[in-house]
Every structure is written in structure tokens, then in C-alpha cells.
């Protein structure tokens, strides 16, 4: 730990001296107020750099380069934007523990997962990289009279506006599909963890990005995130975030009829079947909901399972629960690191509270962890019913509710009961249990026997209050590129 800590000094220094700045038409530049806020180390809560605090004015310049940038980027050949993405990747590559330590420090998440996430940032430009020389690519379709040539545009700047949870990973996934497809872009990172989207665009320019088709522009959401939202040079807003974000925004970008694409809040349920193969299934429902701190939209944070396994299976997982090192996110050891925000850490425990309100037994965790920092401990809560409060809004932590099911069709019923629909994860040895099931089940993605694992060129978006629109493989260069058609008679 102390070897990585002193190392993560060295990454953050700049930050400290500097602070956090933002970038727009190639330069790092104060918000034109001069205003900043600081950014908390979730570890000690002390601040780790001052931010700027960017607002419509910010926005303003930065839409103004992004549009000029998009003149030359959006007709730059797709061969050459592959080739300067592919660079984007090994930059990522090989700066990929400075993004890692930085990231651990500014959003507490643990190393052992933000070291992956650093090499996911650089598959993601790779993959969508590859994808740029035929991002154009149409169709003809003939019929008698007519000869109808289907190709596709970029659509122009466009917004990307991004949580706090695992900044770097999911930027790259909203921010390299935009490049690719040949828009240009004004990035508003979340305000609690604002670093890696200053790494991302300043390594993106060294790697050859050129000035003005990547702009980040930090600062609050209801300044600078809507003022995004609101201006009508842009074309589309990709939004990562809370569903009530989601509705404010689709309200504010009305006027200026923007395209959409929500990835949302979910409450996830994970399903065991007493014919699962339950060693696994133990440490699937454990892992999808305390790495990452359990900040994370896919997080199975519904435990049902049938009644007959339901004490040997919520035993287990208490087990696993109980033995998590909680600790320094720069600690290798450590799994579950401090939640992002005091704020955030506050909501949590209010979630302990209520659930010896309305009845649920503590199974493990349900309490803070030390003085200092946002720590909590991994928790599970057993005994718990399908209405209860912790079993239908999202808690956002290492928080798992548990509930019994009889049989199939109350399982569904359960899974059902929710607002969210994002993603579902079912465990059964029956193939025709999991056929039925996964028909009607209410979730854009569900992974059976199996935790979330994800797939770059499979769809990723929920249903309900979870998401609009999918991205991933081609549907993301369907939400960032314009379909035209031209008829030619015969
Ligand atoms: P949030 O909605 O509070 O903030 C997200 C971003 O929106 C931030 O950058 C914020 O500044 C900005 N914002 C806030 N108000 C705005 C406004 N009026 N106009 C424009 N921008 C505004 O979300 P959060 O607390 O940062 O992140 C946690 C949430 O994100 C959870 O609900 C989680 O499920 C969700 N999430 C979803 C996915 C997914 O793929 N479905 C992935 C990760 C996180």
C-alpha cells in the first residue's frame, strides 16, 4: 500500500499544483469566472484538487470548437480516424496506472477493479476504432421503380454527460463510438470525480486527436450539464446517470429536439433456482453486488431466491459478505474501497436504517466502518419482502436485499416489480426454465449462469426506468450517425 500510495502521489501532483482544469479547442483553460470547487479524497475527505467550475458561458466555447472542429473530423476519412483512435488505445495502454491510481483515489473504487477498467477504456477505442472505415456503410434496396441507396452521416457535436461511478470506462464507451462515427464532442464529467476525463482528452491530443473534436467542460449539473442539454448546436446528449437526471434532461433539450441515449438507475434482481449450480451462484450474486463498491448500474442488488435453498444460500453469501477486506482503494487486498461522496455515504446508511424500520433482518454489514472516510460494510439483508424500500429504490452500495420465491411464476412476478429494468441475472440448470423466464422478464440485457460479462459488440441499455436506446457493436453509431436515403427511379 505504501509504495502505492507514494506512486499516486507522484500521478496526482499535477492535479494538486495545477488543479483541474478544462479543455476546450486544445488548451487547458479556468472556467472564464475563474470559479473552481474542490474534488474530496472519499478515503479522508480532504480535498484533492480544486476544479473548474465551468458554466453556460464554458459550454458556450466549448460547442463553438466542437462545431468548427467537426467540419474537418466529420470528413476525415474513417481509415485515418481508425489509425488516430487505435493510438488513442495504446496511449491509454500505456498510461494505463496513472488513469488507474488516479481514478482510485478520486472515486475510492479498489485497484484490483480500476486496473481493468483503465484496459477496458483502451478496448473500447480499439474496438470502436476498428469500426470507423465502415461507419458510413449503407444499403441499396431495388425495387421496380425505384433504386434506394441507404448510407449514414455523422450527426455533428454532440454531448456526453457522464457519472461519478466508474468515470474512465464508461467515457470511453459514449466518447470513442462519437469519435469514431466522425461527431465531435463536449464531455461533462460528474462533479465528484472529475480526474481521468483530464486524462482522457489531454492523452487523446498527444496520441494525435486533433484540436476541438474532444472538449471537457467540469462543473455542476444544473449549470454546466444543462447548459450542455440546452444548446442547440448539439446534436445528442448520451447521458449516464440517475433516472430523475434522465427525465430533467429530456425536459431541458426539448426545445432543441435532441437525439437521446439513456443509460439509467437500475435494481437488478438475481434469480436462484434450487437446480443452480449454487457454489457458483454464491460467488456470482456476491460479486455483482460488492466489487465496485456495489456503485454500479448492473449491480444484482435484488437477491430472490427459492424458498427451499433461500437459508443455505443467504448463509453463504453473509459468509462472503463478512470475510470482504474493506479498506484503502490502493490497497491490492482491498475490495470494497470508501463510497464516492459523504453525500452518497450518508444515503447509504439511511437505507440500514430503514430496513430495521420495515422489518428485514441484518445478515451482515449494515453499518460504518471506522470514523474516517465514506466506509461502510458490505451488507446483506434477509427477511426482506419485494415492497419493502431497500428492495425497490436503488441504494447504490455494497447493499444486497434478499427475498424468497416459491415457484416460477412468482419469481417472475417479483423480478417484475420494479420501476427499473436495466439487467437480470438468472441461475438454473432447467433450459426450458431459463428460456421461459428470460421471455418475460423485464430487462434490456440478462445474463444466465453467469455474472455480467460483457460482450463490446452486444447491446447494452435497459427498459422502463433504466434507459432509452442501446449502444454497443452498431447501435452506437446508429445513435451518433444520421441515416439518410436517397431514391433514384428506374
Ligand atoms: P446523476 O444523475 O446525479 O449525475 C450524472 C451526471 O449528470 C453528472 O455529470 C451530473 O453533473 C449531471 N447532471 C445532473 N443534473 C443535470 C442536469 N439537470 N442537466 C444535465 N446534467 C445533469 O448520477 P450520479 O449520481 O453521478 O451516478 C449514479 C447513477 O448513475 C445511478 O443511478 C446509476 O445507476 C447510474 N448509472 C447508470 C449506468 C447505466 O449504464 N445504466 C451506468 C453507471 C451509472
Not at 13 to 26: A, L, P, Q, T, Y
Request: glycine share 8%; net charge negative; charged share 25%.
Amino acid at each position: 500500500l505504501n509504495d502505492n500510495l507514494s506512486r499516486a502521489e507522484g500521478y496526482l501532483s499535477r492535479f494538486r499544483d495545477g488543479g483541474v482544469m478544462n479543455h476546450i479547442d486544445g488548451e487547458s483553460v479556468p472556467a472564464a469566472s475563474g470559479k473552481t470547487f474542490e474534488t474530496l479524497s472519499p478515503v479522508d475527505l480532504k480535498p484533492l484538487a480544486s476544479v473548474a467550475r465551468g458554466d453556460a458561458g464554458d459550454i458556450d466555447r466549448a460547442v463553438a470548437a466542437a462545431d468548427k472542429a467537426f467540419k474537418t473530423w466529420s470528413k476525415t476519412p474513417g481509415k485515418e480516424r481508425r489509425a488516430i483512435l487505435i493510438r488513442v488505445a495504446e496511449a491509454i495502454e500505456a498510461r494505463a496506472e496513472e488513469i488507474a491510481f488516479t481514478e482510485c483515489l478520486d472515486t475510492g473504487q479498489a485497484l484490483r477493479f480500476m486496473e481493468k477498467a483503465a484496459i477496458r477504456g483502451a478496448a473500447n477505442f480499439r474496438f470502436f476504432a476498428d469500426k470507423a472505415p465502415g461507419a458510413e456503410d449503407g444499403q441499396a434496396l431495388r425495387n421496380a421503380n425505384q433504386m434506394n441507396v441507404t448510407s449514414r452521416r455523422p450527426l455533428g457535436p454532440v454531448g456526453v454527460i457522464t457519472p461519478w461511478n466508474t468515470p474512465f470506462m464508461l467515457s470511453t464507451w459514449k466518447i470513442a463510438p462519437a469519435l469514431a462515427s466522425g461527431c465531435t464532442v463536449v464531455h461533462k464529467p460528474a462533479e465528484f470525480s472529475p480526474m481521468t476525463a483530464k486524462l482522457l482528452v489531454e492523452i487523446a491530443e498527444e496520441a494525435g486527436l486533433p484540436k476541438g473534436v474532444l472538449n471537457l467542460v467540469n462543473g455542476f449539473g444544473e449549470d454546466a450539464g444543462k447548459a450542455l442539454t440546452e444548446h442547440p448546436a448539439i446534436k445528442a446528449i448520451a447521458f449516464v446517470g440517475e433516472s430523475r437526471t434522465g427525465q430533467m434532461i429530456m425536459a431541458q433539450a426539448a426545445p432543441t429536439l435532441k437525439r437521446f441515449h439513456f443509460e439509467l438507475g437500475g435494481k437488478n434482481p438475481v434469480i436462484v433456482f434450487d437446480d443452480a449450480d449454487l457454489e457458483r451462484a454464491v460467488d456470482a450474486a456476491s460479486f455483482m453486488i460488492y466489487s465496485l463498491n456495489g456503485e454500479r448500474c448492473t449491480s444484482s442488488s435484488r437477491l430472490l431466491v427459492q424458498d427451499s435453498i433461500y437459508e443455505d444460500f443467504t448463509r453463504r453469501v453473509a459468509e462472503v459478505a463478512n470475510n470482504i477486506k474493506v479498506g484503502h482503494p490502493l490497497d491490492p487486498d482491498t475490495v470494497v474501497g470508501p463510497l464516492i461522496h459523504p453525500e452518497h455515504e450518508e444515503k447509504v446508511l439511511s437505507y440500514f436504517a430503514k430496513a430495521r424500520e420495515e422489518g428485514a433482518t441484518i445478515a451482515a454489514g449494515g453499518e460504518k466502518v471506522g470514523e474516517e472516510g465514506c466506509f461502510v460494510r458490505p451488507t446483506l439483508f434477509t427477511e426482506a419482502t419485494n415492497d419493502m424500500t431497500v428492495a425497490q429504490e436503488e441504494i447504490f452500495g455494497p447493499v444486497l436485499t434478499a427475498i424468497p420465491f416459491k415457484n416460477e411464476d412468482e419469481a417472475l412476478r417479483l423480478a417484475n416489480d420494479t420501476q427499473y429494468g436495466l439487467s437480470a441475472y438468472l441461475w438454473t440448470n432447467d433450459l426450458n426454465r431459463a428460456i421461459r423466464m428470460t421471455d418475460e422478464l423485464e430487462a434490456g440485457m440478462m445474463w444466465v449462469n453467469s455474472e455480467n460479462v460483457r460482450h463490446l459488440p452486444a447491446p447494452f441499455g435497459g427498459v422502463k426506468a433504466s434507459g432509452i436506446g442501446r449502444d454497443g457493436g452498431d447501435w452506437s453509431f446508429d445513435f451518433y450517425m444520421e441515416t439518410v436515403n436517397v431514391a433514384f427511379p428506374r
